[in-house]
């Protein structure tokens, strides 16, 4: 029995849009768990800084703060209160708190957007923000190739994270009593490129 093309084609076109939206899914999924993981760290540095308060009661105080901002915002408030303005931890801190401000917009960007699979002559099945109704996270990433721009959202808050997991294991280092030594840092990471340079670099190589 001859096998009929137009039931293979739309097979075909079904699996392709499965695969499209499945790979869509796990970017935002990778974005989502990138941040949390980065404000979990967060934390834990909260907690260090709160000693000898428990860590039951810091990260209950933690947790009562229901805004992520306004969580960074105690953090660097603490860190500023514990440490000298010329204190490693404290400056790392402070970084942290200041990248995160354009990189939150970003995560919220792709998290809160909704999207649409629509079918590209070039690229076949391809979501796309959806920006019918005017929304205005859609509109922000209006014409981005999203698969880029979120890897690029995950790698930037993952080296965000990375960093400050550096203080968590430079406070949780014994120290002598009698002769305390200044915590030290590792330089701050030169985040990723964003989205639109790395399609650039993409193209170039002809990928």
Do not use: C
Request: no cysteine; charged share 30%; glycine share 4%.
């Amino acid at each position: 029995m001859d096998e009929d093309p137009e039931v293979d084609e739309v097979t075909l076109t079904k699996l392709t849009e499965i695969a499209e939206l499945t790979s869509h899914a796990e970017a935002l999924g990778h974005v989502s768990l990138a941040w949390t993981r980065l404000h979990e760290i967060m934390a834990m540095l909260f907690g260090l800084l709160l000693q000898p308060v428990t860590e039951e009661k810091a990260y209950a105080i933690w947790h009562s703060i229901k805004n992520d901002r306004s969580q960074r915002d105690m953090l660097l408030a603490l860190a500023e209160a514990s440490f000298p303005a010329d204190s490693e931890i404290r400056k790392a801190i402070k970084w942290a708190r200041d990248n995160l401000l354009s990189l939150e917009n970003s995560r919220n960007d792709a998290l809160h957007s909704p999207y649409v699979l629509i079918h590209d002559e070039e690229r076949g099945p391809t979501m796309i923000a959806n920006e019918v109704t005017g929304n205005k996270r859609a509109a922000n990433l209006s014409g981005r190739d999203l698969g880029i721009e979120l890897e690029s959202y995950k790698r930037n808050v993952t080296a965000v994270a990375d960093y400050l997991w550096e203080a968590v294991r430079e406070l949780s280092k014994p120290q002598n009593a009698l002769a305390p030594q200044p915590h030290k840092m590792p330089p701050p990471p030169s985040l990723p490129k964003p989205a639109r340079a790395m399609r650039r670099g993409r193209r170039n190589k002809g990928e």
